[in-house]
């Protein structure tokens, strides 16, 4: 079946860097899109990165470009999100999700499945 | 603060009907961008529950149905049940942001 498996969270001090993991299979990895969407302790859901089929396009929210970068490897199925710089306004559990097409254009596009998340945790 | 305002909690009896309403702009749910529906029970990840607006993909029951006019859409759940309870989140693109963007979500309360 269709999984997402995250991996990579843990407790960072600030000023660190972060390496996130999301390895995927049961489905085409190469055929999505792919998201990195992410949650604050009791806070709500926030849209952070996505990244075309072969990673040649790459979109982020504004909290995040100049911070983070999205990559991909299709051979090893896997999709990373990198950051060289956390502060604790990063704490937040890490979630990849698979783009789906609506078939009306990218900006109509929904997430699912979703991974079980990873969380990170910035503290001095 | 997020561009698609959610109430922050509604509550229910087993079996009434509630409604969580989703309230953006004319630069996103306005602007005919598609609106999307998630569940997130306690401790878990996101669930898609409604897509484009209307439809429930495949194990979702049809208790739960969504609806999309002008700059807000809607989301009811009749025959409250007890595992109803739970976050949940619309989501849809913004076009000043050139992003996509979540509700602030909604807690649903079974009494």
Redesign the interface.
């Known amino acids: 079946q269709v999984q997402l498996v995250e991996s990579g969270g843990g407790v960072f001090q600030p000023g660190r860097s972060l390496r996130l993991s999301c390895a995927a299979s049961g489905f085409t990895f190469s055929a999505y899109f792919m998201?990195w969407?992410r949650q604050a302790p009791g806070k709500?859901?926030?849209?952070v990165a996505?990244i075309s089929y072969d990673g040649s396009n790459k979109?982020?929210?504004?909290s995040a470009k100049g911070r983070f970068t999205i990559s991909r490897d299709n051979s090893k199925n896997t999709l990373y999100l990198q950051t060289n710089s956390l502060t604790v306004e990063d704490t937040a559990v890490y979630?990849c999700a698979r783009d789906?097409e609506?078939g009306?254009g990218t900006?109509?596009n929904?997430?699912?499945?979703?991974?079980?998340?990873t969380l990170v945790t910035v503290s001095s | 603060q997020s561009l698609l305002t959610q109430p922050p909690s509604v509550a229910g009896a087993p079996g009434q009907r509630v409604t969580i309403s989703c309230t953006g702009s004319s630069s996103n749910i306005g602007a005919g961008y598609d609106v999307h529906w998630y569940q997130q029970l306690p401790g878990t990840a996101p669930k898609l529950l409604i897509f484009g607006n209307i439809n429930r993909p495949s194990g979702v029951p049809d208790r739960f149905s969504g609806s999309k006019s002008g700059t807000s859409a809607s989301l009811a759940i009749t025959g409250l049940q007890v595992e109803d309870e739970a976050d949940y989140y619309c989501q849809s693109y913004d076009s000043t942001l050139s992003g996509y963007v979540f509700g602030s979500g909604t807690k649903v309360t079974v009494l």
């Open positions: 998201h969407v709500g859901l926030e849209w996505l979109y982020y929210a504004d979630y789906q609506s009306s900006a109509h929904w997430f699912d499945p979703w991974g079980q998340g």
